[in-house]
């Protein structure tokens, strides 16, 4: 189907999320009308409404889920489930994307030698014969099926923590990124410390590796370069100090790691006789512009600091439980004013993107644990997943409103679990009963990325087949590869 300056989708449901009408505003029949890459209009539709959009338009109009344009508003297609903007994931890790299923029941620190680390070291060790066996560079496939992922759960934009091994591999991000058309920010990774010994940077080399990065990627219109050192024990205070002075110079956010599991925050107590978070305050490195991932770990001191710098928090529940990390204090967090956003997490730890699973467990979790079923209802956790997290990023996305960016999905909600749903229960039973898959359509900066469930900017089966076979070869190299332990504070912790 030919692509068209003007889009319409018109669904049984519209849920806007835009503060212009109220974020909890339910709209039944609702439309959004989309211009190149913004958003022109979105609200209650109607046949003469239809009508006028289609006598403006006409020719240079697509409307989503017919086949050629309609003739009057009346035949233009109610879609049967809901429209609503692109999820908005404020922390991930593309490199994970092959890993899924991959040392399961293991503590974060053993995880990430025996998932990641053996497999990010495998690819770099191995390069030339992958990109033999493959035909392109396996970062580069690795990347590709992390945006697959992304679009088929309806992820428009995101952050992508670029660590370990990948602060080297910014080219095959960004050209993965483009060839999707997706928005994400890299968070180009750091450590000079406690980490595999082939990958510490020297004094300098951090700020001169964004610096490169920035000159060559400052002008993209989908990709932003951020700092993004791995985490606050990877990176001694003169590396982080100057890499929070490069963000502040360039007017950038930072993201990092923080206190995601117990070990590691205690050897800070036993280091520095402080927190990870006073840690670092000690060093002026909290602001409104920096946003730190999982914040497990919490003292009221804790709190009390990352409410008054204005830090923000990534929680992301499914690697949080799945390692055994703990889970941080949310609702506690929200009643001080702390800004939170719910997010995935890589592949490797969460094991799939899907944000709707992230916040019916950010949001079961608390209620449970808090014994409290009142507190963070559906609606407020779905928030979190777009309005809030766009917030975090500095996108003008996440709402479905005038001259936000045009990055809006589908779910179809025909099947069995999902019926009965009105528009009185709709966010209900977004968050308690879909599953995730449910999304058909993907729009993202006004180009449709995925129509019917078939991806159209990504050969999405080959992809899948590369990365079939790369995670078969890093299976039968890990057969014959010696034992990688170099990770977190496990062996400074081992007495
Ligand atoms: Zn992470």
Redesign the pocket.
């Known amino acids: 189907m030919e692509d068209k300056k003007y889009k319409l989708i018109r669904s049984r449901f519209l849920l806007p999320f835009s503060e212009e009408i109220g974020t909890d505003t339910r709209i039944e029949d609702g439309y959004v009308l989309t211009f190149e890459t913004k958003i022109l209009e979105a609200g209650k539709y109607s046949a003469e409404k239809g009508d006028e959009i289609l006598n403006k338009y006409k020719n240079d109009l697509l409307v989503v889920g017919a086949e050629r344009l309609p003739q009057s508003g009346k035949d233009i297609p109610q879609l049967r489930g809901v429209t609503m903007p692109g999820f908005v994931k404020a922390?991930g890790?593309d490199h994970e994307s092959p890993l899924i299923g991959i040392a399961k029941d293991e503590p974060l620190a053993d995880w990430l030698d025996h998932a990641v680390n053996l497999f990010t070291g495998f690819m770099n060790e191995k390069n030339e014969f992958l990109c033999n066996k493959l035909g392109m560079s396996p970062n580069l496939a690795t990347y590709l099926k992390a945006r697959v992922d992304d679009i088929y759960y309806g992820i428009t934009s995101c952050m992508v923590?670029h660590c370990n091994h990948n602060k080297y591999k910014v080219d095959e991000i960004f050209k993965a990124n483009m060839q999707a058309g997706t928005k994400m920010i890299v968070a180009v990774g750091g450590q000079d410390r406690h980490y595999d010994e082939r990958i510490l940077d020297k004094p300098g080399e951090a700020v001169r590796r964004l610096d490169d990065y920035l000159e060559k990627y400052g002008n993209s219109e989908l990709v932003r370069i951020i700092p993004g050192p791995d985490q606050f024990f990877s990176n001694g205070p003169e590396q982080l100090k100057s890499l929070k002075k490069w963000s502040r110079d360039n007017k950038t956010l930072i993201h990092v790691?923080s206190s995601e599991e117990p070990r590691t925050t205690e050897w800070f107590k036993e280091t520095y006789k402080m927190t990870p978070i006073e840690y670092a305050k000690s060093i002026d490195f909290l602001d409104e512009n920096t946003i730190v991932?999982h914040q497990v770990n919490n003292t009221e001191n804790d709190l009390k600091i990352l409410k008054e710098t204005g830090t923000k928090v990534v929680h992301?529940p499914l690697?949080n439980a799945i390692l055994g990390s703990g889970m941080p204090p949310i609702v506690k967090m929200l009643e001080m004013g702390i800004p939170v956003a719910i997010s995935t997490?890589?592949s490797g730890s969460a094991d799939h993107q899907n944000m709707i699973l992230a916040a019916k467990l950010a949001s079961q979790y608390q209620k449970a644990v808090n014994q409290d079923a009142r507190v963070m209802p559906a609606q407020q956790v779905l928030e979190m997943t777009n309005v809030i997290p766009a917030k975090f990023l500095g996108y003008k996305t996440g709402q479905l409103r005038k001259e936000y960016d045009a990055d809006i999905i589908f779910l179809e909600m025909t099947d069995p679990h999902l019926r009965p749903t009105r528009i009185d229960t709709l966010v209900e039973n977004l968050v308690w009963c879909a599953n995730g898959s449910e999304v058909t359509h993907v729009i993202a900066n006004g180009k449709v990325l995925l129509r019917d469930r078939k991806f159209t900017t990504l050969d999405a089966e080959d992809i899948m087949e590369k990365v079939e076979l790369l995670a078969s070869l890093m299976i039968q190299h890990r057969e014959t590869a010696s034992e990688i332990t170099g990770t977190g504070a496990r062996d400074q912790n081992r007495r």
């Open positions: 922390h890790h923590h790691h991932a992301n690697a997490d890589g």
